[in-house]
């Protein structure tokens, strides 16, 4: 098989699977495990054939552009398609342990579609399908969220289905003024020439504006804290690790591709709405006396500093790229570790109220274990992949002088460590209740595996940047 | 050579433990311990021992060995049971012992390390035999204390200061020491209250041989030796005197004692101002206004009005 | 893999391994456990025996692996290090088994004896960093490994220390954080080296001095220089073990070690009081040894009283790196390891009153001398050790750190030396006056019959071995590999030109 032919794989694979899964009464949760397998396998093979070639290309149909599709997949592409990959199955194995029957078969339908979104938007190569398969995430993303069935998770989804169709109508909007200026949408097509377009700003704002309302990013996190907290744990999970990712990769690809990182203002307004975000969030997070809202809230403070990361890179080159997807990779790791964990907790005590956990740490060891390793890479400790992305933040902040930047970086990583240690410190206290059920041992070990692995993907931090090459 | 000194030494180093050790029925032996030394040094060639302390050396003989074989027959004395039956406890005769052992390395001492550390030695393991054996008169021991610890730490400077003085020696001998004694008032001070202090330790004389004679042999004999070592005659006897005033001082102390500790109060925690802070961060009221603020940006109001905004923000920042 | 490659790994990992299967094993599997825990520290010992043996002859064990473009994970044991990684060896040795009795039929244990093996693979690889950030990394997980060290008892005062020991510490490993990040965007480099490498870097004095002031200010919160102490008297609500193991090997001591590489192997001490910067760290080394004495004399509350004693006694080590000279190098660096020997006696002596007669005050301490004899003349020979009384350990720290004052000139720091001594005579010799002269005021249980022993062998053979070391490394503080004698070959083959 060839490298080209993986692209067009990658997206049909999940796709197919998850339509089985919707269509199929039984066996969910086998095909579940197969099909997430089956796609790690793939972005393995992407890798691989990157290794070597730096970049991969496909046409579907064979139809060239500007007529056809364009798939294509470069090292920030085949880094975030890993990693996601190599979530999907433990969220699968935690689903499948966690839920039954209908429950499972929808989880399991909705979860791979998501899945082939998410490979669909890392490789497109044009805006029209990044917007087919953003949204596409979106509506899975929102259904995924009802799932949890009580009125206040599908208030949330509500909400969230409101903000994600008003986010993409935005970027739909801005993707219409560049056609019109430029009869085209590949995004080979448009490099570098955004800024000059008529229409060109009018665009961008709104693009912008409409992915960041997607991505949660503050102010605009409203819709995020209350679907994330009310869904179930692994679809918390793949909310807070993977879904608001997307619409980050997104802005840096349409900013540092399409607008070659234009206007200085932009990269300081980006970084000042990251930086608040940081703060902000994160004070949320330790203010907060449910434990999913914490973690919820920590997603928003740690999307700041991706957007941070983001507005860096014009200035500050591959130090502020490398950061990026350091970041990233090390937070779709934590986070899900974490969500999954806290979940695990919650299902235990009934309520995922801080003051009243039972013992857990003797109870769920693991899933405390899996609490402070997520922790140790969010708080950006070392080492861990938190840590690595962090200190090429710094880094990069150091070497434009940008000495504020520096602060909110430290000050985000006390506050992390205050709320991550108040869900900690929780985790020591209460009384016994004996008469509560034992979690079945894989959904603590899924929690824990992708905790760890959160940790140690801090000492695979040079062969994931050299995976990643330089700023394209 | 080294290597067999210690060998040979090292077991002498456990013989104050020797009474703890060999029981009540046995104690006549002590005695005869304590008179070792004489055999042992009176007849031994200058010794160097590199390997204690910071590298060390005793030479026996001479006039030194006199005073050496009278602190020894002093504490021989002082061990034997005196009439009645009644020999001292073992704790008491183990703390005279190495008592002794100490004055004896602080009289054959070559470098002032080991003199240093055998006048201390001597000073606490008296103070020790002579609370094991009954309790003082109150206000005493504080005096004594208050007293000797200044001691120490003058005797400490001594040292440094003649380190200084002999070009900075990590170990400074005892000879060096002496030709710089006489001539510098700085330095004689701080000797002059080293011995002092041991003056202090006249108060714990009490009637009984095995109270009166060490402690004796320990301020009247070992300190003019010494004395006399880093000074020669002007040493021993400002040795002498100073150890006079150190024991009327210590008098004098003891009798101000009871009153002045009646005075001193127990220090009471006070509360850190940064708990407040901590605990202040959970519970005040300002966390109930930043939720109230968060809940603000969560309305559709805020949220509409926020992404216009950004809109109109970025369409800004594009014109620059 | 070379074993000059593989030694320091397995230094690590003889403790780092036993503590992960230790997470795993049953609560009630504690044969295993101790087995796993001894075998590891008796095997950590031969082997660090082994680098001692090869370090003095000139060898060197060193191992790296890229984490990023600039930055490696580095390990090296050079002589410094293994100062620092022998004392620790030792001593989670004895704390292990100390650990073992002390905390009998308590629950937890797995959980504490994994922490514990954590705890001290931390403090063995800030040791044995070879850079900044290695040192940065141990030094961090530590910090995590600490926490639910003391929070073992998970009681709501036990849940408040911790909290404040974050506070503290995460704020200090933050500042650690800051100032490698932009000593590295100066200077490029992070590696420690013999006489610093800041030193013709190009970066400005002003800012050079204002990374020193960063870093030590990380470290200087787990070497509690005042004003960053306030986390050690509280931690102390810990079990016995955990407070000698804070006190004496890993955390105080990680801090106090990290003083030492900051000012000898990344500034280099001249090139440091160049920039003026030893001078104040002197300045706060002092205030802070006066300050802990002060306020160890009014504590009724016996490891309270230990604790700021702590904050007094490993300001020590501050001052005699801070004083430029070999001889007061010695002295800071050779007090690592004494005050390291005399604390934990301390320490193990304080928790076995606590445990075999419930005694936690100093004023309930009368005549127990009598009852508990062998305990008694540990913690006699470690508090007169640290007084600084001649022969004991302390005394030959003392000596090097006066010797070093006063040839740098620093004539203060003498008086400093002896206000402390005074101040340590002040509040120690009451508590061995008590214990040894005065009646007893409470009956407690007699010893049990058939019982030799004061109390459980397991508490009572660490604290008298250790205090056996203090004696040794005072009387016999010049012989081979006596932590005096290493002290001075660090000194002179890695701090000072030659």
Request: hydrophobic share 60%; charged share 10%; glycine share 10%.
């Amino acid at each position: 098989m060839s490298a080209s032919s993986l692209l067009p794989l990658l997206v049909l694979w999940p796709l197919a699977g998850g339509l089985l899964g919707l269509l199929l009464p039984r066996g969910a949760g086998p095909l579940l495990l197969g099909v997430s397998t089956g796609n790690l396998a793939l972005a393995v093979a992407l890798v691989d054939a990157l290794a070597g070639a730096g970049k991969v290309a496909h046409s579907v149909g064979g139809w060239s552009t500007p007529l056809g599709i364009a798939l294509r997949a470069d090292g920030l592409s085949a880094v975030l398609i890993l990693v996601a990959g190599a979530v999907a199955p433990l969220l699968a194995l935690y689903a499948s342990a966690a839920y039954a029957g209908r429950e499972l078969r929808y989880f399991a339908g909705l979860f791979l579609l998501f899945l082939g979104a998410l490979n669909g938007l890392f490789i497109a190569g044009d805006l029209f399908n990044l917007y087919v398969t953003l949204e596409l995430l979106g509506l899975s993303a929102v259904a995924l969220a009802a799932l949890g069935g009580g009125a206040a998770a599908l208030a949330a989804s509500l909400r969230y289905l409101l903000a994600t169709i008003t986010g993409s109508l935005a970027y739909l909007l801005g993707v219409a003024l560049l056609y019109r200026a430029t009869g085209t949408l590949d995004l080979l097509q448009l490099s570098g020439q955004g800024p000059a377009l008529p229409g060109g700003a009018v665009a961008f704002a709104l693009m912008v504006a409409g992915l960041l309302l997607k991505a949660a990013v503050f102010p605009l996190h409203f819709w995020l804290p209350p679907a994330h907290a009310n869904a179930s744990p692994p679809v918390s999970a793949a909310l807070s690790a993977l879904a608001v990712k997307a619409p980050l990769y997104l802005l840096l690809r349409l900013w540092l591709s399409t607008y070659d990182g234009a206007w200085p203002l932009v990269a300081e307004l980006l970084a000042a709405i990251g930086a608040a975000g940081v703060l902000w969030c994160s004070l949320q997070a330790v203010l907060q006396r449910r434990a999913k809202l914490l973690v919820a809230y920590s997603t928003v403070a740690q999307l700041g500093y991706l957007l941070l990361a983001l507005a860096l890179v014009p200035a500050a080159g591959a130090a502020a790229y490398g950061a990026f997807t350091l970041l990233l990779v090390s937070h779709v790791l934590a986070k899900a570790g974490l969500f999954l964990a806290v979940g695990n907790l919650a299902r235990r005590a009934g309520h995922d109220r801080l003051d009243g956990f039972e013992r857990v740490v003797q109870h769920l060891p693991l899933s405390a274990s899996a609490i402070a390793l997520a922790g140790v890479s969010l708080m950006g400790m070392p080492p861990s992949g938190g840590f690595n992305g962090k200190w090429l933040l710094l880094q990069a902040a150091i070497a434009t002088g940008d000495w504020w930047l520096v602060a909110v970086i430290l000050v985000g990583g006390l506050l992390a460590a205050v709320y991550i240690f108040k869900l900690i410190e929780h985790t020591f206290g209460g009384s016994d209740r004996p008469d509560a059920t034992a979690l079945p041992r894989r959904m603590e070990w899924a929690a824990l595996t992708l905790a760890a692995s959160a940790v140690g993907v801090g000492f695979l931090g040079q062969p994931l940047l050299r995976l990643l090459g330089g700023v394209p | 050579m080294s290597l067999l000194t210690l060998v040979v030494f090292a077991p002498l180093l456990l013989l104050p433990l020797l009474p703890l050790l060999c029981g009540r029925p046995r104690q006549w032996l002590v005695p005869l311990v304590a008179l070792l030394p004489v055999a042992l040094l009176l007849p031994a060639q200058p010794l160097a021992l590199p390997w204690i302390l910071l590298g060390s050396g005793v030479a026996g003989g001479g006039p030194g060995a006199a005073v050496v074989s009278l602190v020894s027959v002093f504490f021989a004395l002082a061990l034997a049971p005196w009439g009645k039956g009644a020999g001292l406890s073992p704790r008491v005769s183990a703390c005279l012992l190495l008592a002794q052992a100490a004055c004896i390395a602080a009289l054959v001492a070559t470098d002032l390390m080991l003199l240093l550390a055998g006048f201390t030695v001597a000073s606490y393991a008296l103070l020790a035999a002579r609370l094991s054996s009954g309790a003082l008169a109150p206000g005493r021991l504080p005096a004594i204390v208050l007293l000797l610890v200044p001691g120490d730490l003058a005797a400490f400077e001594l040292a440094l200061l003649f380190a200084k003085v002999a070009d900075n020696a990590v170990t400074p001998s005892v000879a060096g020491a002496a030709a710089v004694l006489p001539g510098a008032t700085v330095i004689a001070g701080f000797a002059a209250l080293a011995a002092a202090s041991r003056g202090a330790l006249l108060l714990l004389v009490a009637r009984r041989p095995g109270q009166l004679l060490p402690t004796a042999t320990l301020v009247l004999l070992v300190v003019p030796t010494l004395g006399w070592r880093l000074g020669d005659a002007a040493g021993a006897l400002s040795a002498v005197l100073a150890v006079a005033a150190g024991a009327a001082a210590t008098a004098a102390l003891s009798r101000l004692w009871p009153p002045l500790a009646a005075r001193f109060t127990q220090a009471r925690e006070r509360v850190s101002w940064r708990l407040l802070l901590w605990q202040g961060l959970d519970a005040g009221a300002w966390p109930g206004r930043l939720a109230g603020a968060e809940r603000e940006l969560g309305s559709w109001r805020f949220a509409l009005a926020g992404a216009i905004v950004l809109v109109l923000l970025l369409l800004i920042a594009t014109f620059f | 893999m070379s074993e000059h490659e593989l030694l320091p790994l397995a230094v690590l990992a003889t403790s780092l391994l036993p503590g992960l299967v230790i997470f795993f094993l049953p609560e009630g599997a504690v044969r295993v456990r101790s087995v796993l825990n001894l075998a590891g520290a008796t095997v950590k010992l031969v082997l660090v025996a082994v680098m001692l043996w090869g370090v003095s002859r000139g060898e060197n064990y060193a191992v790296s692996y890229p984490l990023l473009p600039g930055l490696t994970f580095s390990l090296r044991a050079d002589s410094l290090a293994l100062l620092f990684v022998t004392l620790s060896a030792q001593l989670w040795f004895l704390t292990t088994i100390y650990a073992i009795g002390y905390l009998e039929s308590s629950p937890n244990r797995a959980r504490f004896f994994g922490f514990f093996s954590l705890c001290v693979t931390a403090t063995v690889g800030v040791a044995m960093a070879g850079n900044l950030i290695t040192f940065l990394l141990f030094y961090e997980l530590l910090t995590l490994s600490t926490y639910p060290l003391v929070v073992h008892r998970e009681t709501a005062a036990a849940r408040a220390a911790g909290n404040r020991y974050l506070a503290y510490t995460i704020g200090g490993g933050a500042a650690l954080l800051l100032g490698t990040a932009w000593l590295y965007a100066e200077t490029g480099t992070l590696t420690f080296t013999p006489r610093g490498f800041v030193d013709g870097s190009g970066a400005s004095s002003p800012v050079l001095a204002a990374i020193f002031f960063l870093l030590v200010a990380g470290v200087g919160v787990k070497a509690a220089l005042v004003p960053l102490h306030g986390w050690l008297p509280r931690a102390m609500v810990a079990p016995a073990p955990v407070s000698a193991l804070l006190h004496a090997v890993a955390v105080v001591k990680a801090g106090a070690f990290g003083i030492i590489r900051i000012v000898y192997d990344v500034f280099g001490v001249e090139y440091a009081a160049e920039l003026g910067v030893t001078d104040a760290l002197a300045a706060v080394a002092a205030v802070t040894i006066i300050y802990g004495s002060l306020r160890a004399l009014a504590q009724d509350d016996l490891k309270r009283r230990l604790a700021f004693s702590t904050v007094s006694q490993v300001s020590y080590i501050a001052l005699g790196v801070a004083i430029v000279g070999p001889l007061a190098s010695i002295g800071g660096i050779v007090h690592l390891v004494h005050q390291g020997l005399m604390k934990i006696t301390l320490f193990f002596c304080a928790g076995n009153y606590a445990e075999t007669l419930g005694l936690h005050k100093v004023s309930e301490l009368d005549g127990v001398g009598r009852r508990m004899p062998l305990t008694t003349a540990a913690f006699t020979v470690a508090a007169l050790g640290m007084i600084g009384l001649p022969p004991m350990a302390g005394f030959i720290s003392k000596w090097y750190l006066g010797l070093g004052a006063i040839e740098a000139g620093a004539t203060w720091a003498v008086f400093v030396l002896a206000g402390s001594s005074a101040l340590n005579a002040a509040y120690f010799l009451p508590i061995l006056h008590r214990a040894w002269f005065r009646a007893p005021t409470a009956a407690w249980a007699p010893v049990p019959a058939g019982v030799r022993a004061e109390t459980a062998l397991a508490l009572l053979l660490p604290p008298v071995i250790t205090a056996l070391l203090v004696l040794l490394a005072g009387v016999l503080a010049s012989v081979q590999y006596s932590p005096q004698e290493w002290a001075t070959l660090v000194v002179r083959r890695e701090f000072y030109a030659p």
